[in-house]
């Protein structure tokens, strides 16, 4: 875990970002067609970088500019100005971008939009790299065993998004609308595009399944209670700002949550995420799901 060595709360995210694990292993992707790269191609993608990232976390003022500017302050927006800046700055010797959020339409209807396109600076090769941050639940029941991972309002699945990236977004650049932009940037005539599936987040555990207490799970409330009991961690609210690094905040940055008022605070079909320490420590991160939570997942894809 490389960020835990960071200083600065952006560029431990950004480490983050580039050096975590894939969501999904290349084998899981079953996709021959675009670039999954594995847990170790992050990290050696990591130890390219690092000697750059290292002079941003003494020097921050830069991103920290950049920052101060986002408008829109969702998740995923921050994940892709982090990306943003990383790729686009003049001193990465590895890709020089080329272009980003192209709205690719035909016909007058969207067919997607690309995040950023980049050119890697020994080769020449054109990169369309796709940006996806999710963190799913995985749930399943004594008919169907195998998991299915569901975000944690239920409007999205790791199911879902693995098509879209494989059917829509990843070959957006070889559509007819894709390759006619190609052609109207003059890079038609250059390799062509390799895509990139670049998906980040976290999977959480159902927490029958856990073998290890610290590892990231659900919890109905009850058995949330009864985990609390077992182990008695300070917990607090974990919001979404704080989804990215683990083991970098500490407990001053988070509201404080006592695990009985989830009796009463978590009715229907809601789901918290809590973080979870020992003393000034990170240990665990989960989410807690209301009784309803579960059955709702049965009408979604």
């Not at 950004?14 to 899981?28: K, T």
């Not at 969702?74 to 001193?91: C, M, Q, V």
């Not at 690309?114 to 790299?129: K, M, N, S």
């Not at 976290?202 to 990231?216: C, I, K, S, Y």
Request: hydrophobic share 40%; glycine share 4%.
């Amino acid at each position: 875990m490389p960020w835990r060595s960071y200083q600065h709360p952006a560029v431990r995210d950004l480490v983050w970002l580039i050096a975590s694990a894939p969501l999904i292993s290349p084998e899981h992707a079953q996709d021959p067609h675009a670039y999954w790269p594995s847990a170790e191609d992050y990290l050696a993608l990591y130890a390219r970088h690092e000697p750059w990232l290292r002079q941003l976390d003494a020097a921050p003022q830069r991103l920290e500019a950049v920052l101060s500017q986002a408008r829109d302050l969702r998740l995923g927006r921050y994940a892709e100005d982090l990306l943003h800046f990383w790729l686009s700055d003049s001193d990465n010797h590895e890709f020089e971008p080329v272009a980003e959020h192209v709205a690719l339409r035909e016909n007058g209807i969207t067919l997607g939009e690309l995040d950023f396109l980049v050119r890697e600076r020994a080769t020449g090769q054109l990169w369309h790299i796709e940006l996806a941050l999710k963190f799913y639940l995985g749930t399943y029941t004594s008919s169907s065993p195998e998991l299915r991972w569901f975000g944690p309002n239920r409007s999205d699945s790791l199911a879902r998004k693995l098509s879209h990236l494989r059917n829509k977004q990843l070959p957006l650049l070889s559509t007819a609308p894709g390759k006619a932009w190609l052609d109207a940037k003059g890079l038609s005539h250059e390799k062509p595009p390799r895509p990139w599936a670049w998906l980040k987040g976290r999977l959480f555990q159902p927490q029958a399944l856990v073998a290890h207490p610290h590892q990231a799970q659900w919890f109905s409330v009850e058995d949330f209670q009864c985990y609390a009991e077992n182990h008695p961690y300070q917990w607090y609210l974990l919001e979404k700002k704080h989804w990215l690094a683990p083991h970098l905040s500490t407990p001053s940055q988070h509201p404080t949550l006592m695990p009985e008022s989830l009796l009463t605070g978590f009715l229907g079909d809601e789901a918290q995420a809590l973080i979870g320490y020992h003393g000034n420590d990170e240990v665990v991160r989960i989410f807690v799901v209301g009784a309803a939570w579960p059955g709702c997942i049965s009408a979604t894809v």
